[in-house]
């Protein structure tokens, strides 16, 4: 599970990891006052969103990524293309067996996408 605390772009955020990287909305629940928390997945492993609408200019270290595997790199590229998403850097292919490419999510979260190529 991966926490992530965001402020005011919090609704922006809930749809990018709903609408663009298809996670479900496991369940949603208040906090503290001020904040929301929300956890999204598919299976096991599931992204924690917190909401705290009193933070503003949430920074991220440029040293980390969430990934997420998909089937097709080019059709994934076309999709993010297609919703106006910049492709942040890549895509890059390391070896014969992997291809990716990241997006930064609206609060700036660097999001990876990954082909595993099988020969």
Same mark, same amino acid.
């Given at each position: 599970?991966?926490?992530?605390?965001?402020?005011?772009?919090?609704?922006?955020?809930?749809?990018?990891?709903?609408?663009?990287?298809?996670?479900?909305?496991?369940?949603?629940?208040?906090?503290?006052?001020?904040?929301?928390?929300?956890?999204?997945?598919?299976?096991?492993?599931?992204?924690?969103?917190?909401?705290?609408?009193?933070?503003?200019?949430? !920074?991220?270290?440029? *040293? $980390?990524? @969430?990934?997420?595997?998909?089937?097709?790199?080019?059709?994934?590229? #076309? &999709? !993010?293309?297609?919703? *106006? $998403?910049? @492709?942040?850097?890549?895509?890059?292919?390391?070896?014969?067996?992997? #291809? &990716?490419?990241?997006?930064?999510?609206?609060?700036?979260?660097?999001?990876?996408?990954?082909?595993?190529?099988?020969?």
């Amino acid at each position: 599970m991966l926490g992530n605390d965001y402020g005011k772009e919090y609704g922006r955020i809930d749809r990018f990891y709903k609408n663009i990287i298809g996670l479900d909305i496991i369940r949603r629940f208040g906090g503290a006052p001020g904040n929301e928390i929300t956890f999204l997945g598919n299976g096991e492993t599931q992204i924690e969103l917190i909401c705290n609408t009193a933070k503003t200019g949430i !920074i991220h270290s440029q *040293n $980390i990524s @969430i990934g997420f595997k998909v089937d097709s790199l080019d059709r994934m590229m #076309k &999709f !993010i293309k297609e919703k *106006n $998403i910049e @492709i942040h850097s890549g895509p890059f292919q390391p070896n014969e067996y992997i #291809k &990716f490419f990241y997006v930064l999510d609206p609060n700036g979260l660097k999001v990876q996408f990954v082909e595993i190529i099988r020969k």
